[in-house]
């Protein structure tokens, strides 16, 4: 079972600076994708920024680039979102989510993709 934790949300004034971090934990074979995602009430999901473990290629919502950057550390399975230069419109419940593989009961390899719990940020003016 594979386990997503978050940490880092809270309150920023405009202009300020958070970072987010989401660590994995538990048993799995491997992890292929890491990304974070964010929903505003009664909207959709969207990606904000995501990384491929082994090509480390990385893509962002065109509304972050320049201000959010997406980073890795492989070996404690962690991805962190730095986020500066923060808006209002940045105010939104952030999510982890974590994709790979693990092994099954019978030692089969599953797909995973895990999301952490969320964390609220809030942009105040």
């Known amino acids: 079972q594979v386990h997503v934790m978050e940490s880092g949300g809270g309150f920023v004034q405009a202009g300020g600076s958070l970072r987010l971090s989401c660590a994995a934990s538990?048993?799995?074979?491997?992890?292929?994708?890491m990304g974070w995602y964010r929903q505003a009430p009664g909207q959709e999901q969207e990606l904000v920024a995501g990384k491929f473990t082994r090509t480390s290629a990385t893509n962002y919502a065109d509304s972050v680039k320049g201000r959010f950057t997406i980073s890795m550390d492989n070996a404690k399975n962690t991805v962190y979102l730095q986020m500066n230069s923060l808006k209002n419109e940045d105010t939104e419940v952030y999510y982890c989510?974590?994709?790979?593989?693990?092994?099954?009961?019978?030692?089969?390899?599953?797909?995973?993709?895990?999301w952490g719990q969320g964390y609220t940020v809030t942009v105040s003016s």
């Open positions: 538990g048993s799995f074979v491997n992890i292929i994708y």
């Open positions: 989510k974590i994709s790979g593989y693990s092994r099954d009961s019978a030692g089969a390899m599953e797909r995973i993709d895990n």
